[in-house]
């Protein structure tokens, strides 16, 4: 069974969606340093990353400070 518009299948059988997103170019280029000195693509370093993410019971990164004020989600986009 092929696979739908945008996802590909990986070598270990799982599926990997396309995930877009604009940064700063600071921010791209720290990035890409990184992958690059770990000898992984962006996306495998951006994985890593989102799977050592802590949260908290909302849901949020422990890192989020309680003290920074909440956008609404209409805002937020």
């Not at 396309?18 to 495998?44: C, D, I, P, W, Y």
């Amino acid at each position: 069974m092929p696979s739908p518009v945008g996802r590909t299948r990986r070598p270990n059988g799982t599926t990997s969606v396309r995930f877009t997103m604009r940064v700063n170019e600071e921010a791209h280029e720290k990035a890409a340093r990184a992958a690059a000195a770990l000898g992984l693509t962006m996306a495998a370093y951006f994985e890593h990353l989102l799977r050592r993410e802590e949260l908290d019971e909302s849901g949020r990164p422990l890192w989020w400070s309680q003290h920074q004020e909440e956008l609404p989600l209409s805002q937020s986009a």
